[in-house]
């Protein structure tokens, strides 16, 4: 799974020097994430960078976990997602966005001494939130709410994940 993550995290970063043709901006974000998982709660973490194109138009990448440990069985779910960000920014504190991102989920279980298993899927988010400058390089993320979409096991699973953190623009 590192390996997934440093090669995911590496095409991010070797893609973001061909928006500085476009007059480059970036936003990182990281904060803390509620994962609803056909029906368990996940808690965790949720981090993105976004290169704008334009004014109203991005590229994320995002990656977030969720946990879960219950009577000695511990639950990893992972995403690695990657897509188009449209966002309105005429307002000067307040920035709605939108997204649909497409990748990979990677979910691990294990039960204490006796070992587990784990599993790679299609993954999807569509969804979007609201952001809140509370300084010209620093913003608020109120609220992103995404379906999150997973294929484990040939069938799919409708999930829900609200985020709410900070967003660093550069």
């Known amino acids: 799974m590192r390996r997934v993550a440093l090669i ?14 476009n007059d480059y901006k970036a936003e990182v974000f990281g904060g803390y994430q509620y994962t609803r998982v056909e029906g368990e709660s996940f808690n965790g973490w949720n981090a993105a960078v976004t290169g704008n194109v ?8 995002d990656i977030s976990g969720g946990y879960k440990s219950v009577g000695g069985v511990k639950v990893k779910v992972h995403n690695f997602l990657f897509g188009p960000t449209v966002s309105y920014n005429q307002y000067e504190k307040v920035k709605p966005f939108a997204h649909v991102l497409f990748g990979v989920s990677h979910a691990s279980g294990s039960v204490d001494g006796i070992g587990g298993a784990s599993d790679n899927a299609f993954a999807m988010a569509l969804g979007g939130g609201l952001d809140v400058g509370v300084h010209s390089n620093v913003a608020f993320r109120l609220v992103q709410v995404d379906y999150l979409m997973t294929r484990f096991g040939s069938q799919t699973q409708n999930n829900a994940r609200i985020s709410t953190g900070i967003v660093f623009r550069f």
């Open 8 to 21: 995911f995290a590496l095409a991010v970063l070797f893609a973001l020097p061909a928006f500085s043709q």
């Open 54 to 61: 334009n004014n109203w138009l991005g590229i994320t990448g």
